[in-house]
């Protein structure tokens, strides 16, 4: 069984896989001066708009460092939610390799609002503290929760009205865009958005994101950010062939409804389960619940998945682009034969 520990877990798709054969012909050239790095960046303006710049890079700590490098000075600080990705899963990437301090807020469902990101924007001017220059944003969050397009309007208006920019890790920003039933624009450019990044690897590729940027000014610079950052690839067609693979029709999105279905139907089937709790509103590709520890250690005896919350028994049930209805309604069978099971 393929599991519901993460979508990084999946293979590639077919279609990715082919575009990557096709690449790897004649010889061409390299760092990104070639005609599938070309198409990629032409397509990736057709879904962001005309004013948006586009690096791609290996993979989401890269595109996340890449992107607050070019945002931040080393006495400047990042203002994120407690549970952001770039806070706890990026191996302190951000301010290691940035030198600037994350500000971290905790929230209950994931998701800034101006608000909360008030409280850390203080001490205005004043030399002997950082000085908040980003909102960094998930979208889709890491508790599978989504923004509005006013949420991050918000936001926006916010960042722009203290000189601040709005930042959005977007590894899952393809499920986004599939639960909000909203071309990727409309919830980045659109919204006031400076720069995204827009994951490919959770959504079917092998590897690589694309760094977005929408504020003009961001790009100066960035090729070498990108090159000191450790993310230019030399044979970058590689890259820029399955995000051609994604872009040139709607694998991207089709691939996207298909696991956000699949969290759907995982929700459904479990929350009608006694004994289990679903902490969280099932907007995307991943449940979260609260079950008995000892039904969870049962569990992952013969299903991978991850326990999120030590402490209250929370675990995260991810599905991907190749996740079946019929691994759905197996796990969940399981759960089921598992709370029946004696300790």
């Known amino acids: 069984m393929k599991g519901f520990a993460s979508d990084n877990y999946s293979g590639a798709h077919p279609e990715v896989l082919t575009a990557m054969l096709e690449a790897n012909g004649a010889h061409t050239a390299a760092y990104g001066a070639d005609p599938w790095s070309d198409r990629a960046r032409e397509l990736l303006r057709a879904h962001f708009g005309e004013q948006a710049q586009s690096f791609l890079v290996w993979n989401g700590t890269g595109a996340n460092v890449c992107i607050l490098r070019a945002m931040c000075r080393p006495w400047q600080a990042v203002v994120c939610a407690a549970s952001a990705h770039i806070n706890v899963d990026e191996g302190g990437a951000p301010e290691f390799l940035v030198g600037t301090k994350l500000l971290d807020l905790p929230t209950p469902d994931g998701k800034l609002t101006p608000e909360l990101v008030e409280r850390a924007v203080i001490r205005v001017g004043d030399e002997h503290a950082v000085q908040a220059r980003v909102i960094s944003v998930t979208q889709s969050t890491e508790l599978g929760t989504l923004y509005t397009v006013e949420e991050l309007r918000a936001l926006a208006d916010f960042a722009h009205a203290r000189g601040m920019y709005l930042h959005v890790d977007g590894a899952r ?171």
């Open 173 to 343: 920003l393809a499920n986004a865009a599939a639960a909000l039933g909203l071309p990727l624009r409309a919830f980045t450019t659109d919204a006031g958005v400076d720069a995204v990044s827009f994951g490919g690897t959770k959504n079917g590729m092998v590897s690589g994101e694309a760094v977005v940027l929408l504020a003009p000014e961001l790009a100066e610079g960035f090729p070498w950010i990108r090159k000191q950052s450790m993310q230019l690839a030399s044979k970058g067609r590689f890259l820029a062939a399955q995000f051609v693979a994604m872009l040139e029709g709607d694998l991207w999105l089709r691939s996207a409804q298909h696991s956000n279905a699949m969290g759907a139907r995982l929700a459904a089937a479990v929350g009608e389960i006694p004994g289990v709790r679903i902490t969280q509103a099932a907007q995307a590709n991943v449940v979260f619940a609260i079950l008995d520890p000892a039904v969870t250690a049962r569990l992952q005896e013969e299903w991978p998945f991850y326990v999120w919350d030590e402490a209250s028994g929370e675990v995260r049930w991810m599905c991907s682009w190749d996740t079946t209805p019929e691994e759905v309604d197996a796990f969940a069978a399981a759960i089921t034969s598992k709370f029946a099971a004696p300790d």
